[in-house]
C-alpha cells in the first residue's frame, strides 16, 4: 500500500529535521557569544529551514495516516463480511450473532487503531529516538550515553506491562460482547420475554451485565493511567541526571551553555518518543488477542479460497 510508504518516508523526514532542530539552536547561541554573525545568521537560517520542514512533513504524515486508518478498516471489514456471506449455515451458526456485529462494529476499529496506527507511530518514534541520540552524541558523548541509558528504563517496564494491560483489555471486549448478545437476545426475543412475563428479570440481568462492562472499562482505563504514570516517572529521571551532569560539565569549562540548552531540547525529543514507544508497545500488547482470532480466521478463509482455485485447476 503506497499510502503506507508515504508515511515512512515523511516520518523518516521529519525525525531528521525534529533532530537537526536543537543542533543550530545551539550553535545560533554559541556564535552568539562569541559575536560571529556571519554564523549566527547561517546557523538561523538552518534552524528557519528545519521547522518549515517539521511543519510540512508533519502534515503529510499525519494525512497519510489518516487515509491509511480509513483504508484498513474498509479493507478488513469487507474481507470481514466476504467471509460472513461464503461461510457454511452450520458454521455460521457456530457464533452468537452478535459477536459478528461487535466484531465488525467494534473490534476492528479497536484493532486498526490500537495495531495498525500504532505500528507506524512507533516506527515514527523509534526514527526520532535513534535521530535524537545521534544528535546527542555529537552535542556531547558522555551526555548521549547518559540520557540514551535513562530513555530505556521506560521500554523496559512497558514491556514488563505489556501482559497485565492485554488482561485488561481482553476483559472488556468479552464483556462487550457478552452484552450485545444480551442485547440482541432481548431484540429478537422481545415477544417472547413479554409473553413469559420476564421483562423486569432479563432487564436487571442486561443491567448487571452492563455495569461488569463499565467496571471492566474503568479497569482498563486505570491500568493504562497507572503504566503511564510510571512511564513518565522514569522518562523525566532522565531530565535530572541530565541537568546535574551539564551543570557540571560548564561549571568545569568542559561544555558550552549552547551545548546543554540543545542538549536539553533533545531530551524533551526523547521522552515523547520513548513515551510513545512503551505505551504504544502496551497497546499493540493489548489487542493482541484480537489480532490473533482476526489473523485465525481470515486465514481459514484465504486456506479455503486457495483450495478452491487448486481445484479448479484440477
Known amino acids: 500500500m503506497y499510502i503506507f510508504w508515504i508515511a515512512i518516508i515523511a516520518s523518516m523526514l521529519l525525525a531528521v529535521c525534529t533532530a537537526l532542530e536543537p543542533i543550530f539552536i545551539q550553535s545560533t547561541i554559541d556564535a552568539c557569544s562569541t559575536l560571529d554573525i556571519h554564523a549566527i545568521v547561517s546557523s538561523f537560517v538552518c534552524f528557519l529551514f528545519c521547522i518549515i520542514g517539521i511543519l510540512v ?28 456471506v461464503n461461510m457454511k449455515i452450520l458454521d455460521f451458526e457456530k457464533i452468537h450473532a452478535q459477536d459478528y456485529v461487535t466484531s465488525l462494529n467494534q473490534e476492528v476499529d479497536l484493532l486498526v487503531n490500537n495495531y495498525y496506527v500504532q505500528k507506524l507511530e512507533l516506527i515514527y518514534c523509534i526514527l526520532v529516538f535513534i535521530t535524537s541520540i545521534f544528535a546527542l552524541c555529537y552535542l556531547n558523548l558522555l551526555i548521549g550515553a547518559i540520557v540514551v541509558f535513562m530513555t530505556f528504563l521506560p521500554i523496559v517496564f512497558a514491556n514488563l506491562q505489556g501482559k497485565k494491560m492485554r488482561i485488561c483489555t481482553d476483559e472488556y471486549a468479552n464483556s462487550l460482547k457478552k452484552l450485545n448478545v444480551m442485547t440482541g437476545d432481548l431484540i429478537q426475543g422481545y415477544h417472547t420475554i413479554k409473553s413469559n412475563g420476564i421483562s423486569e428479570k432479563y432487564e436487571k440481568k442486561v443491567g448487571n451485565c452492563n455495569n461488569i462492562v463499565n467496571q471492566k472499562h474503568l479497569k482498563k482505563i486505570k491500568t493504562e493511567i497507572i503504566i503511564d504514570i510510571l512511564i513518565g516517572l522514569l522518562s ?68 479455503k479460497t486457495y483450495k478452491k482455485q487448486n481445484d479448479v485447476l484440477k
Open 57 to 84: 512533513f508533519e502534515f503529510v504524515r499525519r494525512f497519510s495516516i489518516g487515509k491509511y486508518t480509513i483504508k484498513k478498516v474498509y479493507t478488513i471489514k469487507k474481507a470481514f463480511v466476504h467471509k460472513i
Open 236 to 303: 523525566y529521571s532522565g531530565k535530572v541526571a541530565l541537568i546535574g551532569v551539564g551543570t557540571f560539565l560548564i561549571f568545569n569549562n568542559k561544555m558550552t551553555v549552547g551545548t546543554l540548552i540543545g542538549a536539553l531540547q533533545l531530551s524533551e525529543m526523547l521522552a515523547i518518543p520513548t513515551n510513545s514507544i512503551a505505551v504504544q508497545l502496551s497497546q499493540m500488547h493489548s489487542v493482541k488477542t484480537i489480532k490473533n482470532n482476526f489473523d485465525i480466521w481470515m486465514k481459514k478463509e484465504k486456506t
